[in-house]
């Protein structure tokens, strides 16, 4: 269509673009409904979850009493159930041609299973089981060779022919609570420790790097998918704390918003977010380079969320919870899902053009910003929003009262790391 | 016994002392002197035997030393020939030795892993820091596509999978079975063997033949198409109604032919032929219109043949026009309530209308101006129902224009409109309503009727209409404070130059607000659920009553920085000041000086009007006849600049110093001591403005809408605007330029997995570490630069 775009002839560009803005914002929050469904069928609390390499309909889950469950996406549906260990199933990871997948239990043992269930007649039965003499609390595969690493009691590497590890790594003597690989430099692990600290092991000379000492507990680490030496870990003490690896003496952001401990974590895969699961029952999305979160997630039903995974098409978020359920979430909560129209893209292409243009506007950022809470979390943040206030009029006072100097302002990135070990 | 012991001793000195063997002359000469010595005693001694020269049997038990005259050591047996070498190779071991010192002991488990666990850790992050180049590129990238490697997919030919693939159920079977029958070929070339053959079966001279054909057949099109054309050049008039003639004998001799012979075949001839006469008629060829009627018109005042001539015109037009007359339906005339009608008539207008409505000349209307549009649609029966009131009054005279309008809307509709319209035909009193009709009934609905009907309900609404044309004029004055403010809005009767007002007084005016801290949050939590788009709304009026801890934190930082340090932090308030007053932003600020362009754009609107033989202003000033709204507006502004006069402030208290009391007044000189006037005020900004009236004051309206501070990224409040300023949207930019303006950051596409990044999707990794000038992922082409691009918020 032949168009005049003669600015004389279309007047008030902008207020007509900053109430186009005003609407689509109103819309977004309008359909901002991230809910999918809920895969239910476990019968006891999710503790873990696994991502098909391959496929990204298929998703696994471990209980904890012991069950493993593979679930279809599409379909919302348990396609197979194995008993795979006698208590937790403290791990899992799949293999990285989605072949076969692991998990360990607090039964101190490995398991290697077939990712497609067996044959009519057929025990369900592991291809290989490992007996370890200590309990593993995690597993992870490494992303292109036949070696994945166990943690426990100290950081197992082992290769998938034998059932004695290539080389244990240890430094210090608390139990290490999960272990991951890096997805690029895929020689590099990192490892969080019960006691307080994260270690990063190079697997090519089987040696410890360096330990970074927090102040509370890291329950996970996760690795950007996209920038080999960032990697974020969840803490007990509310936040999330993304590292640079070469330079461990302060971290490069501190994502703080939930108001109990972050128990998994979770990238994107386009490294530009992340998703973390907390205590305080809800899921909160961080962008990598904010303090704070884009999205938080919650249902009344929801309890403790344990585990969460980001699905490697990016649409996706699931989260494994205390009740047995696993729900699935919509990444970006108003976000149409199935085919559009070319039209109907370059309208939300605009609109979400308008939106970041004006978001600075009060009206706009108001709307766009308003989530709703449940009030226990909302009565928890106004909580510590005080304390955190007491804290601070408190270092204040002593600051003002005591001699020039002697009290330096610390930030609050500096704030929480103890100690760096080399 | 003496010399002996001598000897001896010189014996023992000399081995011992090795130095002393080279001054072996000095001794011979001291042991003569000995001897003399001696034998000056006069007591001999008695001699030993002395071996000088050598034997064969040589005792080992009485071996002599009688030369030297002493008694042999044994040490002296042992001593080496050459001692001197030998033993200074001893002694330079035995130095090395000594200088040599103890071996440490070795280091602790501990250090010596920790010595390993640095290097390790000092290797592994150079490894890893080659990637920053890359990390870097992504992270500033305009556009990122995932899944960074494209798969291509590749097509696998039919051939393979068919050759792959078996025939299993008895239906696939027959099918296949009915395939091989025919021979269809699976494999390439996709030919079947009949058409190989038929391929092969075209010879040379056979083709060689047909082209000849071809050739031929050229050549006669050409010679024909010359023909035609030479005998259309003929001018001789004779020629031409011969051959007319002729050709209509000829199709007249034909068609009694084909009556006789075939019925139904004549027929369709006569059906084809009232065709043509159906066109002929929506032509209106023959209606005294062409260039020859017109001069047969002239002539026929003295030419008799021309009369004639133009006779059998007019004869052949209305033979023409004739037409098997159609029942009306009966609900159609005038038994509709007019109300009715009006309502249904007037949304239908525009599409009619559209030239007669300049807002529909001037600028298409963007979809997202709804309420205006539905304004629009109100005002735009106007122009077309004046005009219908015009042409009832001006039928007469105007009667060839009116024809032309006919004419063009022939051209347009179609045969069944045609049968409703006029049933008169050539009755020149009806071509009017005629003309109405199609104006009117383009929509559809009504299908326009005699039109004299519904005039007067036009007329009326003609009367009723104008004011509301009038403020469709100010709706996009209105219309820019944005969201819902339309109504908001004072309403001003003159030419509505109210934005600079706000934008000057915003740039001028402003509050300070205590500076945040630079790390925002990005999401206000609440309790209450927002639902519906009521909801929403609610919350966009709503005031942001959740207390941000930050700033208070930022406020209480501020106050003990001034406590420690009072008199700096005093003045970098005050140095603070201005540029915080500058920071503020208003959106109006941006849009000065529009509205001169909508006054612009309604100009030739009055302007086409008026060629139209419509005079709106007349009807606009005849609507408002009773206020004068310039002299309305010129009070205001007299108002308006008293009311910003600063008032001088009274401080006289009458009693002080002198009497006070009823009746009397403070002295002059005390008046004149204690009436404090203010400095007179700036000059006006609306001063050679006659038009307008530039108000300082804040509208707390518009605060709602604007940003009080800078946003992060940005560092001065010009950039901010710049990026406000530039439109994104389709109505203002090109398709291609907008496609590249609002290009997503991240693409994504559903149903792929992305893999983590690796060495093989950045293909320069291994030089990026040092130079990275390439991108490293695939983006957008041709991405346009945006005249301010936001950074990238990201510590590190």
């Given at each position: 269509v032949p168009r005049n775009y003669d600015p004389a002839l279309h007047p008030f560009e902008v207020p007509r673009e900053y109430t186009r803005a005003l609407n689509a914002t109103k819309l977004e929050r309008v359909f901002a409904k991230p809910f999918l469904s809920s895969l239910d069928g476990h019968r006891d609390g999710v503790n873990c979850m696994a991502k098909h390499p391959k496929s990204l309909s298929t998703v696994l889950s471990g209980a904890c009493d012991g069950e493993v469950k593979i679930w279809n996406l599409t379909k919302r549906q348990c396609i197979r159930t194995i008993q795979a260990h006698e208590g937790f199933v403290r791990g899992m990871c799949a293999r990285f041609c989605g072949t076969s997948f692991f998990t360990v239990g607090d039964d101190k043992t490995v398991k290697q299973w077939k990712m497609e269930s067996p044959e009519y007649g057929e025990e369900e039965e592991p291809i290989h089981t490992i007996l370890g003499k200590t309990v593993y609390t995690g597993i992870d595969h490494h992303w292109k060779e036949a070696v994945f690493a166990t943690c426990g009691h100290q950081v197992d590497i082992w290769d998938e022919q034998r059932t004695s590890p290539m080389c244990s790594l240890t430094w210090g003597f608390d139990s290490i609570s999960s272990v991951k690989f890096n997805p690029i430099e895929t020689y590099l692990l990192g490892s969080c420790a019960s006691d307080r600290n994260i270690v990063l092991y190079d697997m090519r000379k089987s040696t410890p790097l360096k330990k970074v000492i927090l102040n509370m507990r890291t329950n996970t680490l996760c690795w950007n998918p996209m920038e080999a030496f960032i990697f974020t870990a969840a803490n007990e003490d509310y936040n999330l704390y993304t590292f640079d690896m070469r330079f461990l003496e302060s971290p490069v952001m501190v994502h703080m918003d939930h108001v109990s401990a972050v128990l998994d974590v979770d990238y994107s895969p386009t490294g530009k977010e992340f998703v973390s699961a907390s205590f305080d029952k809800s899921v909160r999305i961080f962008p990598v380079d904010k303090g704070h979160s884009r999205e938080v997630y919650h249902t009344k039903r929801m309890q403790h969320v344990i585990t969460v995974k980001w699905t490697s098409d990016n649409k996706y978020i699931l989260c494994g919870s205390d009740e047995m359920n696993i729900r699935l979430w919509k990444a970006n909560a108003s976000e149409k899902l199935g085919v559009l129209a070319p039209r109907e893209k370059a309208a939300m292409n605009y609109n979400q053009k308008l939106k970041e243009k004006f978001q600075y506007h009060p009206k706009i950022r108001r709307i766009a910003q308003h989530r709703h809470l449940p009030k226990s979390i909302y009565c928890q943040i106004k909580e510590q929003r005080i304390m955190r206030e007491a804290r601070r009029r408190k270092e204040l006072n002593r600051r003002k009262h005591s001699k020039p100097g002697s009290m330096p302002l610390v930030s609050e990135r500096k704030k929480h790391i103890v100690a760096v070990v080399k | 016994m003496a010399e002996e012991w001598l000897g001896v001793e010189a014996a023992a000195s000399g081995g011992e002392s090795e130095e002393e063997e080279g001054q072996e002359d000095g001794e011979r000469r001291h042991r003569q002197l000995l001897e003399a010595v001696s034998s000056l005693s006069g007591r001999r001694r008695q001699k030993l035997a002395e071996r000088t020269e050598a034997s064969v049997q040589v005792s080992e038990f009485n071996v002599s030393c009688e030369g030297a005259g002493e008694k042999l050591v044994l040490s002296e047996l042992l001593q080496p020939i050459r001692p001197k070498s030998a033993l200074s190779s001893v002694k330079k071991e035995l130095t090395r030795v000594k200088q040599k010192k103890a071996v440490e002991l070795p280091l602790s488990k501990e250090e010596a892993k920790r010595v390993v666990r640095e290097a390790a850790y000092v290797r592994t992050s150079k490894d890893v820091g080659k990637w920053q180049q890359v990390v870097l590129q992504n992270r500033r990238a305009e556009q990122l596509v995932f899944p960074l490697k494209q798969e291509i997919a590749t097509v696998v030919p039919l051939e393979q999978v068919a050759s792959g693939w078996k025939a299993r159920t008895p239906l696939e079977q027959e099918i296949f079975g009915l395939l091989y029958k025919t021979q269809k070929p699976i494999t390439d070339p996709l030919l079947t063997p009949e058409e190989t053959a038929s391929l092969q079966a075209m010879s040379l001279e056979e083709a060689r033949r047909r082209r000849a054909e071809l050739q031929k057949a050229r050549a006669m099109q050409s010679y024909y198409e010359a023909k035609a054309r030479r005998e259309k050049k003929i001018k001789s008039k004779k020629y031409h109604r011969v051959l007319k003639k002729s050709k209509r004998r000829k199709a007249l001799k034909e068609f009694e032919l084909l009556h006789k012979s075939d019925p139904e075949a004549a027929l369709a001839k006569l059906e084809e032929l009232e065709q043509l006469r159906m066109q002929e008629r929506m032509s209106l060829k023959h209606q005294n219109k062409g260039k020859w009627a017109r001069s047969r018109a002239i002539m026929a005042k003295y030419d008799l043949e021309a009369r004639k001539a133009m006779q059998e015109q007019l004869a052949k037009n209305k033979e023409l026009m004739q037409k098997v007359r159609v029942e009306l339906p009966k609900e159609e005339p005038g038994d509709v309530p007019e109300e009715d009608l009006a309502s249904v008539t007037v949304p239908t207008l525009p599409a009619g209308a559209s030239e007669t409505n300049p807002w529909m000349l001037g600028k298409p209307s963007s979809p997202a101006e709804e309420p205006e549009v539905q304004e629009g649609l109100g005002d735009v029966a106007v122009p077309g129902a004046a005009e219908c009131k015009e042409e009832m009054e001006k039928e007469e005279e105007e009667m060839s224009e009116e024809e032309a309008l006919l004419q063009d809307f022939a051209q347009k509709r179609h045969a069944r409109q045609q049968r409703a319209g006029s049933p008169e035909g050539q009755g020149e009193g009806l071509a009017a309503p005629g003309s109405v009709g199609p104006v009117c009934c383009r929509g559809g609905q009504t299908k326009g009727g005699p039109g004299g009907c519904f005039l007067p309900s036009l007329t009326q609404l003609s009367c009723s209409l104008p004011p509301c044309s009038h403020g469709r004029c100010f709706s996009p004055v209105t219309s820019c404070?944005?969201?819902?403010?339309t109504e908001a809005v004072p309403e001003l009767p003159g030419d509505g130059p109210i934005q600079p007002v706000c934008a000057e007084e915003q740039a001028s005016t402003g509050i300070e607000q205590p500076s945040q801290a630079q790390e925002e949050i990005l999401l206000s939590e609440q309790l209450g659920r927002v639902r519906t788009m009521e909801d929403v709304e609610a919350l966009a009026s709503g005031e942001p009553v959740e207390e941000q801890e930050k700033p208070a934190a930022a406020r209480a930082e501020k106050q003990v920085q001034q406590q420690q340090e009072e008199s700096r932090a005093s003045g970098g308030r005050r140095a603070r000041k201005p540029p915080a007053k500058k920071k503020i932003i208003s959106l109006q600020a941006m849009l000065s000086g529009k509205t001169q362009e909508v006054q612009f754009s309604s100009l030739p609107v009055v302007v086409e009007e008026e060629d139209g033989g419509i005079d709106q202003r007349g009807v606009i000033t005849e609507a408002f006849a009773g206020d004068d709204v310039v002299a309305d507006f010129r009070r205001e502004k007299r108002k308006a600049e008293q009311a910003a006069k600063p008032q001088p402030v009274n401080l006289v208290l009458p009693g002080w110093g002198e009497w006070a009391g009823t009746g009397l007044k403070p002295s002059a000189k005390k008046i004149k001591r204690f009436l404090l006037k203010p400095p007179p005020a700036p000059p006006r900004k609306d001063q050679h403005l006659p038009h307008v009236i530039l108000s300082e004051r804040r509208n707390i309206h518009a605060a709602a809408h604007q940003v009080s501070e800078l946003p992060f990224p940005f560092e001065r409040h010009q950039q901010f605007e710049q990026s406000i300023r530039t439109p994104v949207g389709a109505t203002w930019n090109t398709q291609r330029a907008f496609q590249k303006l609002t290009a997503p950051r991240v693409v994504t596409r559903a149903g792929h997995i992305i893999q983590p990044i690796s060495a093989e999707d950045v293909p320069d990794m291994g030089t990026a570490?040092?130079?990275?000038?390439?991108?490293a992922l695939e983006i957008a082409p041709q991405r346009q630069e945006q005249p301010f691009r936001r950074p990238r918020k990201r510590a590190r």
């Open positions: - | 404070v944005g969201a819902d403010e570490a040092g130079s990275g000038a390439k991108p």
